[in-house]
């Protein structure tokens, strides 16, 4: 299991703050078309993907234990 974080408007789109899958041994590529299947409204073209506290690459594998954070594109002003 790995724990799925949603930060702002993602978090909105999903409905929830963070949920638990099953996705050990799946890329960050493959993390990002499941949540696209998963929420269809959610905008994900601009996401960046943490893994641990650590902005991941696409084709980096995830491992049981292992917290994935969707990031959107932020702006401050």
Known sequence: ???L???AGLKDAAGKAQEEIEFAGRT???LLAWTSQQ?????I???R???NEEYALGEDVLQNGDVAALI????GG
């Open 45 to 47: 073209d601009a996401v």
């Open 49 to 51: 993907v943490a893994i």
């Open 72 to 75: 959107p594109p932020v702006s």
């Open 39 to 43: 929420y269809p409204h959610m905008s």
């Open 5 to 7: 974080l949603y930060f």
């Open 28 to 30: 960050v590529t493959e």
């Open 1 to 3: 299991m790995i724990t």
